[in-house]
């Protein structure tokens, strides 16, 4: 099977991305620049496509980028600090983001004759980000299905995990999370106290991985 | 009602936009490029949103365009000419082009809290788009529905009309026709011959609305 797995380079599409190689896909990542200020992400991405030696394609939506302003995550305002489960972590939405991303990897599928689209989307994401809910990716399963004359199949392996659950997996295919980057600051180190450095942490904690990260703060 | 229309510049988009105007709507409109040649398209739609008086985004992803690459439509091979209906006109097909307009379509809603997200597909599409078909759009319009806390409504007032009967209604609603711009080819002139400016033509024709293109073959 041929697969296309859209890879921001943090450790849940990194593990997607082994996962899927793991299962034996012809695998082609996909990048997304859509003006977030975290861009070591994307040197993430490519280091764990050279390691698994898979094509990796850079979409740069450097010239649309204004419509995902007003968030955190792109504007110029303070990163929010602390727990996901925090009202001021819904700074971080990105106005449809996800359907940004799913809809660029679905066109590279059809470019590349895959047959499916991989998503990292898991189980803690649903409470703040509306477009990582189930019922919403199943929604755009079915116009994935639809969207060329052969279906695309939209999979997201990880929607009914939690973040430990995909460290405890990673752990098992050595993906080496030491390359991966999460931090939405896109400092030198991971910072430590933003929402996904929490969760992060967290994860490693919960499934008892060795936690190869630099944190800024401890 | 705050609505955003997806504007390429062409006539089905055009005479959207001025229904939805004539509907009391508060209109923004969004033109991609995407890579495509015919960028006369955009200096079109910049004189219908000037008619109009409404604003205007221009969302460039030129830096994701290789995603495209491979339809006439984009590339550096023949623009075919004939009917819609021939098997050659296949070539035209942009890949998933449609979700990648429609979710940037629907980031603009989000972020500029408008109700809903207007595209001007029509029946004649069907034939050679996957992605101009009915069913297509419920699936989109489902997860528009989903994709942010406040649901989206995408329509597409003219799926169920032809070409003849979107001239038919610019016509009462005296859309400027002639500032709008159909051709694949992308030169000075309407080239008369491709598949956009055959259709155009024989929609004039068949609503019986006065043609104002200059063609360039007659």
Redesign the interface.
Known sequence: MKSVVVLSGGMDSSVLAYWSKDQGDQVVAIT??YGQRHVKELDAARVICDRLGIKH????????A?????SALTGTGEVPHGHYADESMKKTVV??????L???G??????EKAQRVLYGAHSGDHAIY??C?P??FR??G??A?????EPIHLEAPFMDRDKAAIASLGNMLKVPFQETWSCYEGGELHCGKCGTCVERREAFQLANVSDPTMYREA
């Open positions: 997304v620049l394609e850079v979409a740069d939506l450097g010239g649309a204004q419509l995902f302003a007003g106005p449809n983001r996800n359907m940004v799913l809809s660029l679905i066109a590279l599928a059809v470019r509306p477009d809910r019922e919403y929604a755009m079915q116009a299905m639809r969207c060329d004359w």
